[in-house]
């Protein structure tokens, strides 16, 4: 893998369509710290209030294949390649 994957937190809502979706298991759901939350932008303190405070995390880099999946089934654009 040459590129880093990149969540934009204030961005995802957690529902776990990345992880469902990655044919090679990048991803996990977990709840974000108190400092992760208070790093969000007000959109995104907001939507974390409504949604919760699961987010997606891609913690196997090495498994991933840039196939693009995750960035496609994101319905919020959260994922890019960087």
């Given at each position: 893998m040459n590129k880093t994957i990149n969540i934009n937190m204030n961005?995802?809502?957690g529902d776990g369509i990345c992880l469902t979706n990655c044919p090679n298991q990048v991803f996990e759901l977990r709840e974000i710290t108190t400092d992760e939350y208070d790093s969000?932008?007000?959109l995104g303190k907001f939507k974390t209030k409504i949604k919760g405070r699961v987010k997606s995390f891609a913690v196997n880099f090495e498994n991933c294949v840039e196939c693009g999946l995750c960035i496609e089934k994101c319905h919020e654009r959260a994922i890019q390649f960087i």
């Open positions: 961005k995802c809502d969000l932008n007000f």
